[in-house]
C-alpha cells in the first residue's frame, strides 16, 4: 500500500528527519510547521496518516489533533512527542489518536505505522466485495 503521511512538527530539524525516515518506506505527501497551517493542509492534502508534536507554538497537538479527527475521523493520527507518553494516552485517545509515540523512542513509530498499514489493509480488504 501507498501510504501518503504528513508531518506535523514546529522544528523544522524534525521534520527532515522523521520525513526521511518515514519517506524510505512511504510517501510524505507534505509537512506544517504549525497547527493551524497542519489543519489547512490537512483538508487539501488529504492523507491517509498524520504525524503530529504534540508542542506547538499555536495550537497543541492534542487540540490540533481532535480538530482533524472532527473533519475526517477515518484518518489514522499518532501523537509524537518528546513529553512522557503515558500520562497523554487517556486525552490522545479521547482526541482520535491512534497512537502515542515517545520521540526517544523513533523504532516504535516505524512499527506503529507499519500495524496501521495492516489495519488499513485488512478494513479494505474485508470492505471488498468479491462476489
Same mark, same amino acid.
Given at each position: 500500500?501507498?501510504?501518503?503521511?504528513?508531518?506535523?512538527?514546529? @522544528?523544522?530539524?524534525?521534520?527532515?528527519?522523521?520525513?526521511?525516515?518515514?519517506? @524510505?518506506?512511504?510517501?510524505?505527501?507534505?509537512?506544517?510547521?504549525?497547527?493551524? @497551517?497542519?489543519?489547512?493542509?490537512?483538508?487539501?492534502?488529504?492523507?491517509?496518516?498524520?504525524?503530529?508534536?504534540?508542542?506547538? !507554538?499555536?495550537?497543541?497537538?492534542?487540540?490540533?489533533?481532535?480538530?482533524?479527527?472532527?473533519?475526517?475521523?477515518?484518518? !489514522?493520527?499518532?501523537?509524537?512527542?518528546?513529553?512522557? !507518553?503515558?500520562?497523554?494516552?487517556?486525552? +490522545?485517545?479521547? +482526541?482520535?489518536?491512534?497512537?502515542?509515540? @515517545?520521540?526517544?523512542? !523513533?523504532?516504535?513509530?516505524?512499527?506503529?505505522?507499519?500495524?496501521?498499514?495492516?489495519?488499513?489493509?485488512?478494513?479494505?480488504?474485508?470492505?471488498?466485495?468479491?462476489?
Amino acid at each position: 500500500m501507498s501510504l501518503r503521511i504528513m508531518v506535523v512538527d514546529d @522544528s523544522q530539524a524534525t521534520r527532515r528527519v522523521v520525513s526521511a525516515l518515514v519517506g @524510505s518506506r512511504w510517501t510524505v505527501c507534505g509537512s506544517a510547521e504549525n497547527g493551524k @497551517s497542519a489543519l489547512k493542509k490537512f483538508v487539501e492534502l488529504k492523507p491517509d496518516l498524520v504525524l503530529l508534536d504534540l508542542g506547538m !507554538p499555536d495550537i497543541d497537538g492534542i487540540e490540533v489533533g481532535r480538530q482533524m479527527h472532527a473533519i475526517d475521523a477515518s484518518t !489514522p493520527m499518532i501523537l509524537f512527542t518528546l513529553s512522557d !507518553p503515558w500520562g497523554l494516552e487517556g486525552p +490522545a485517545r479521547k +482526541a482520535g489518536f491512534t497512537r502515542v509515540i @515517545s520521540k526517544s523512542e !523513533p523504532w516504535k513509530l516505524l512499527d506503529s505505522i507499519k500495524e496501521i498499514v495492516a489495519e488499513i489493509e485488512r478494513t479494505h480488504d474485508e470492505g471488498v466485495d468479491n462476489g
